[in-house]
Every structure is written in C-alpha cells, then in structure tokens.
C-alpha cells in the first residue's frame, strides 16, 4: 500500500516536499490555509545548492531566471545623504552560478511540477484547509483538519506530516511547543513588493540603494518585470510595528530620508501594491527537526531570514534531500529522517551564522558599520572591476590568436 503524506503549506518549502515525497513513491497531500495560490513575489538568490536542487526536483526547464543577462543596460546605483548617485555593486551584479529570480517565479516552476505533465498523477492540494490536532499513534499520525469556507472538520490518517508552514508554523506549535522556544528575535523589520514602475529618471533595469544607519531602502529593476523594493530597519520592540497603520508607520521610519525621489516613490508606491510582505525577522533555532512522523522543513525548521538570502535555496535543497533520504530508506522512516538532517544540518548552521554579516550589508547597525559597508563594498567593485578587465583582456587575446592562425 502506498504511503501518504500531509505537507502543510504550499510555498517554495511544501511544494518542493511534496515533489521529493512523490519521487519516492509516496502520496503526498498537500493543505493551504489561503484560499488561492500567492503569485506575488520578492526578488530573491538562488543560490548553486538550489540550482541543483530545482534540477532533482524535475523543475529547472521550467524555471525563469532574471540575471543581468536578462537586463541589458542596467545598472547598480547607490543614493548619497545629497542625492548623488554613484556606481554601487547590487545584488542583481551577482557572480555565475547564482539564478536570479522572483518568489513567484520558484513557486511557478513547482506548481508545474506538482500539477502534473500527463506523465504523472498532480499532487491534490487543498486550499482553505488547516490542521486543527496531530495525534501520532503506533501506525500512523491522525490529523483534524477544518475547511475555513465551511468550517467543517474531519479526521484522517497519514504515514507523515511535513511541516511546511513557515516561520511561525502551526504545525511546530503543535508537536514541537511555542514560538518562544525556537524564534531568536533579531530587532529588525522587512517590507517587500512590487512596485508599479520604476524610479522617475532611472532605467528600468537599474537597482538601487539607499542606505542609512538602521534603515535602508532597495529598488531591484529588471528587464522583463516590473521593479520590486525592500524595505528594511531595526527596531527595539518589533511588536509595535504590527499596531496602527502600516502605511503611516514606514512613512515615520523613513522620515528624514523622503526627501530623497527614490524613497518618496517608493513610499508613495506602496499604497498602490497588490501584494506585499510586512513582517518582523527572526531565526529558527531547533536542535531537531523531526519528532516521530511529523517533520519541519523550510523557515517552519531552520527560517534563516531574508538576510541570509538561501530561504528559497535551504527549501529547494530540504525538499529534494528529503525525497532522496525517503528513497535509500523505504521502510524505515526514522532512519531516512536521520540521514536527511545529518546531511543537512551543516548547510543550514552555516548560513545561519553567516546571516549577522550579511544583515550588517543589508541595514548596517550603526554610522561606523555603515561606513565600513561601504568600504567594503567599494573594495568588491574594484576587485570585480580587474577581474572583468582581464576577463576582456584574455578574450581579446584568444580571439587575436585565432585570426593569426
């Protein structure tokens, strides 16, 4: 009899589960409390690891990347206390091997690949659904699920349940305790989403920064969408800024540097954005993800936040890992759980601790550490800068040498 599975959560972390679970030929289910699939999206690193992983996930092909290939005559921008704008090295300058994307465009690929290409059965997915009670028994784990259209609730049996469900995931209260447990509570606060066109006097392809002591501003411009903003700031009580308006509580952060065009366009952009994200950043910190037959994957497990920039990578490689621990165990469910962490937990503790420098790079926590953000990045251009040059001055030499022969 073929196994099923509950993956709860239908982001980047549940679909990826749920391909890895049906590539070792279980029946994955998957539940999702929003009553329709989110196809806004940030822009965001795919990383080497989750190139690979979307590759093993049977996903790449239809993956859409947005390097600066993609973006002909862009340019990194930096925006000075004067409004002076000088070259900046971006994140969008990324060196090969990183896939640049938007959120949305991952999710895409991964609904292809859960849907079906008539080479195999979709994978059912449930929206308005979410899981009220895990019980684990001997054989198996019972869950009472609701339907929040109906507000019915109903009992069902499942070999595994897979928490995908993010940072402050239901199903870790559930089985593992409260959030206070696991979030590390890093002081800082993101906005991110779409803008409606770019900055006034900018090209489209340009991204730009605009960064100040605990509060920064960044403007991502592609070729082929429209430009998304991130917005970012540290603060000493995040819980403060859920009251009020969202709206009037970034206009107050930002006040002092909305004289700047870029961040009025931006400010002034975020009344008209269909979809966005507001939220306070943590890290999740667990010393196991497993717990009998219910697992955590994506930031429901190790969230290494926004800074770290492999959220979209550690839920690529954790769901494709997990497929491939389930294959080489089969009937042992507990030892294919231990093999997947012990193979992935170095990666993620890694990139855990590097996200405090990055953060450092993203919203720096002082006027010193800003000033030696600069100087480093300052550095990384000129060391870019030599490496572009020589890489010219080879071609240069190569294609010389091929015509005098």
């Known amino acids: 009899m073929q196994k099923r599975a509950l993956v709860v959560g239908l982001g980047i972390a549940g679909m990826s589960a749920a391909i890895g679970l049906r590539q070792a030929g279980w029946t994955p289910v998957i539940v999702e409390r929003a009553p329709e699939r989110r196809t806004g999206g940030y822009f965001i690193f795919m990383f080497p690891e989750g190139v690979r992983a979307a590759a093993d996930l049977g996903i790449a092909d239809h993956l859409h990347t947005r390097n600066p290939e993609w973006r002909p005559g862009g340019n990194s921008w930096s925006v000075d206390r004067r409004g002076r704008r000088k070259p900046a090295l971006g994140l969008l300058d990324a060196p090969s091997g990183l896939a640049a994307v938007l959120r949305s465009d991952i999710e895409a690929a991964l609904w292809q690949g859960i849907t079906g290409d008539g080479t195999q059965d979709a994978v059912e997915v449930r929206f308005a659904t979410t899981p009220v009670e895990i019980t684990e028994g001997a ?8 339907d929040a259209g109906t507000g019915k609730q109903y009992r069902e049996d499942f070999d595994l349940v897979v928490g995908a469900d993010g940072m402050r995931s239901s199903v870790r209260r559930m089985v593992f305790g409260p959030d206070k447990d696991y979030l590390a509570n890093w002081k800082a606060m993101i906005c991110a989403f779409q803008l409606k066109e770019q900055v006034p006097t900018y090209e489209a392809s340009d991204s730009i920064i605009v960064s100040r002591p605990k509060r920064a501003m960044w403007v991502f411009g592609l070729a082929d969408h429209a430009p998304t903003a991130l917005l970012t700031y540290r603060t000493k009580d995040f819980r403060e800024q859920f009251s009020g308006s969202r709206d009037e509580r970034l206009r107050a952060v930002y006040s002092g540097m909305d004289d700047d065009p870029v961040v009025r366009h931006v400010l002034d952009s975020l009344d008209e954005a269909p979809d966005h994200v507001f939220d306070s950043v ?3 910190r667990m010393p196991r993800w497993s717990r009998g037959r219910v697992v955590l994957v994506g930031d429901a497990a ?5 800074y770290s920039g492999m959220g979209a990578t550690s839920s690529l490689r954790g769901g494709a890992a997990l497929g491939a621990a ?6 042992d469910l507990a030892a294919a759980l231990d093999a997947w962490e012990t193979g992935l937990r170095p990666f993620i503790t890694k990139h855990q601790r590097t996200a405090r420098l990055k953060q450092q790079m993203f919203v720096p926590s002082s006027r010193r550490a800003a000033v030696l953000r600069s100087v480093l990045i300052g550095l990384a251009r000129r060391i870019r800068g030599r490496r572009t040059a020589t890489e010219a001055g080879g071609q240069q030499v190569s294609a010389l040498s091929g015509a005098s022969r």
């Open 139 to 146: 054989a198996g784990v019972r869950v009472l699920l609701e």
């Open 302 to 306: 190790w969230c290494m936040n926004l």
């Open 326 to 331: 389930l294959r080489e165990h089969p009937d």
């Open 282 to 284: 943590h890290q999740v």
